[in-house]
């Protein structure tokens, strides 16, 4: 028996071209500015120590974090100290009112009425947690924050991590075997099968989908949130 739902993000309950087209546009846009303006905030002194541990500098100014930095996300380098400085400037863009998120629709029906069921709902994604909130926060349908039970980063395992999946578990207090696991990523939704949980390939692209749905994989695989079975 399902007993908790953990849902990707980016191209499961939302657009990946949201992301790639105004998010990250508008972080590295802000990036210079943003880093500049706080580069004495602890919090922001922490990401660039951890920045330059990761790329093993000693000697660096803001121009070589900057740099560092837009360079992680033109190559959407999944870093936890880029999603972190990351959430932070998406959260100015969301106060300004710059943009609002994409959640597909039927996204938002089914996990409304998964929500309505009492069935605990949990965010998993490679943005950090404060991006997540921010995120569903500042939606089309308004603040869906109450929709959802917790939120999972790469803090606690990469999303292609098999462990990651028995540490979420953990986390929740159930057997993986009670979980779902929704993701439109296969080699994700591969290694949360691996550990027991139940899993749901989500497949937006028409074509792909028509060409994997009726293919043997040991998942769910629809392109709608009202097909999927718990």
């Keep these: 028996m399902i007993k908790a739902i953990v849902t990707d993000i980016e191209g499961t309950t939302s657009s990946i071209s949201f992301v ?38 000693t000697n660096y100014n803001q121009q070589k974090i900057i740099s560092i930095l837009r360079d992680w996300i033109k190559n959407d380098l999944k870093i936890t100290p880029l999603k972190d400085i990351q959430g932070m400037i998406w959260e100015e863009g969301y106060k300004n009112g710059d943009y609002q998120s994409h959640v597909y629709e039927d996204a938002y029906q089914k996990l409304s009425f ?17 991006a997540q909130k921010l995120f569903f926060k500042h939606s089309q349908y308004g603040n869906l924050l109450n929709l959802f039970t917790g939120f999972f980063d ?25 979980i779902i696991f929704l993701s439109d990523i296969e080699a994700e939704v591969n290694s949360a099968f691996s550990v027991g949980m139940k899993t749901v390939w989500i497949i937006r692209d028409e074509s792909i989908f028509n060409e994997k749905k009726n293919s043997n994989y040991p998942h769910q695989i629809t392109n709608n949130f009202h097909l999927i079975k718990i």
Excluded: R
């Design 114 to 130: 998964w929500h309505s069921q009492n069935i605990p709902i949990y965010i998993y994604s490679s943005g950090s947690c404060s």
């Design 154 to 178: 790469t803090n606690i395992g990469g999303k292609k991590e098999a462990n990651s999946y028995k540490n979420i578990a953990n986390n929740i207090g159930l057997n993986t075997e009670e």
């Design 20 to 57: 790639h087209d105004v998010l990250f546009p508008y972080a590295y846009d802000k990036m210079a500015d943003f880093l500049i303006k706080n580069w004495d905030n602890s919090s922001i002194k922490n990401i660039i120590l951890e920045v330059a541990k990761l790329e093993n500098l």
